[in-house]
Nanobody
Framework: QVRLVESGGGLVQPGWSLRLSCSAS????????MGWYRHAPGKQRELVASVTISNSTNYADSVKGRFTISRVNAKNTVALQMSSLKPEDTAVYYC?????????????????WGQGTQVTVSS
């Protein structure tokens, strides 16, 4: 089965930077798109950034100009460079990937989620 593993979370001070990484493994033929979502206590899960197979990117208004998403196809990996972090960015960040499984009789993408990585921005 497909598995997504996130890494790079941690505790940082406001204004600092962090780089999150998400790697997909398992029976994978193609990754159509990958993205990062976050879920903070008392708030709904929201899209932070995403990138498609055509390298089209999308960002939440709250992170535009501060976060950058990039895709490394050869490693089935997506990274999220986060700069000028704010306390409001504190949340559990989840990686999501839309994947076409290898050796599948039906070529239809399915969504997979990682377990999440905690990002805490505090002084």
């Amino acid at each position: 089965q497909v598995r997504l593993v996130e890494s790079g979370g941690g505790l940082v001070q406001p204004g600092w930077s962090l780089r999150l990484s998400c790697s997909a493994s398992g029976s994978i033929f193609s990754i159509i798109g990958m993205g990062w979502y976050r879920h903070a206590p008392g708030k709904q899960r929201e899209l932070v950034a995403s990138v498609t197979i055509s390298n089209s990117t999308n960002y939440a208004d709250s992170v535009k100009g501060r976060f950058t998403i990039s895709r490394v196809n050869a490693k089935n990996t997506v990274a999220l460079q986060m700069s000028s972090l704010k306390p409001e960015d504190t949340a559990v960040y989840y990686c999501k990937a839309d994947i076409i499984q290898g050796h599948s009789a039906v070529v239809i993408p399915m969504s997979y989620w990682g377990q999440g990585t905690q990002v805490t921005v505090s002084s």
